[in-house]
């Protein structure tokens, strides 16, 4: 059955670095979405996009933070300037229709 | 807004034992609502849409719209059923729409 995959699975990074979290969606889903999860805390949306454009966004989601979908397998999420609160689980997902679909998440650690 | 509430952090039963998720939200139409379940250290798993009034691993779950409540529940418990157990509410806006998560309630079966 095909899956959401994700790379890394744990990233660490210094306060004020740029990281990019990356994810091969299941192939023939249209819609791709970013959620985290602060440690202790609820699995919140951050962006949502469809037909190389995003659909949606949430007020996490500010300019520091960006999203892509560079070739025809990967969806990449960019932080510019990573702050010690934006460490969490980074979890990606897709959906052809209604049923999102999840990945194993990326531990992202801000030192 | 939509918000979901899962009012229980831990839930802890016997094998055997019936057991019952509770899960409330507030939104203001018709949503559509999902129990999401996550095992140690294994990505987010759907398991239920209200839509398709299944039963998966003997959970079921019906959406009470007086109540707005989307009870998970078991009749018999088993071991293999402790994870994490997450509701979710999505507005059926469009098929982009974000998922919006409680806060998860963690099952504990015991022998």
């Known amino acids: 059955e095909p899956e959401v995959t994700q790379t890394p699975s744990h990233q660490v990074t210094q306060m004020g670095q740029e990281v990019i979290l990356r994810c091969v969606p299941i192939s023939n889903h249209l819609y791709f979405y970013w959620y985290r999860q602060i440690?202790?805390?609820?699995?919140?949306?951050?962006?949502?996009?469809?037909?190389?454009?995003?659909?949606?966004?949430?007020?996490?989601?500010?300019?520091?933070?960006?999203?892509?979908?560079?070739?025809?397998?990967?969806?990449?999420?960019?932080?510019?300037?990573?702050?010690?609160?934006?460490?969490?689980?980074?979890?990606?997902?897709?959906?052809?229709?209604?049923?999102?679909?999840?990945?194993?998440?990326?531990?992202?650690?801000?030192? | 807004a939509q918000r979901v509430t899962q009012p229980e952090k831990l839930l802890s039963v016997f094998k055997g034992a019936p057991v019952e998720l509770k899960c409330n939200y507030s939104y203001s139409g018709s949503p559509e609502l999902f129990?999401?379940?996550?095992?140690?250290?294994?990505?987010?798993?759907?398991?239920?849409?209200?839509?398709?009034?299944?039963?998966?691993?003997?959970?079921?779950?019906?959406?009470?719209?007086?109540?707005?409540?989307?009870?998970l529940k078991k009749p018999f418990a088993q071991e293999e059923d402790s994870a994490m157990y997450y509701c979710a509410l999505r507005a059926p806006t469009g098929t982009a729409s974000k998922l919006t998560f409680g806060t998860g309630t963690r099952l504990q079966v015991t022998l």
Not at chain 2, 44 to 71: V, Y
Request: net charge neutral; with cysteine.
């Open chain 1, 39 to 111: 440690l202790g805390q609820k699995v919140e949306f951050l962006v949502s996009f469809y037909n190389n454009e995003i659909s949606e966004k949430s007020e996490i989601f500010d300019d520091q933070f960006s999203v892509e979908r560079p070739d025809g397998s990967n969806f990449t999420l960019k932080i510019r300037s990573t702050k010690l609160e934006d460490s969490a689980m980074y979890f990606c997902a897709s959906s052809l229709q209604d049923t999102q679909y999840f990945g194993p998440g990326t531990r992202l650690t801000v030192l």
């Open chain 2, 35 to 71: 129990w999401y379940v996550q095992y140690s250290r294994q990505r987010l798993q759907l398991l239920l849409r209200h839509i398709s009034r299944e039963s998966i691993k003997g959970f079921t779950a019906d959406l009470n719209k007086g109540e707005t409540s989307f009870h």
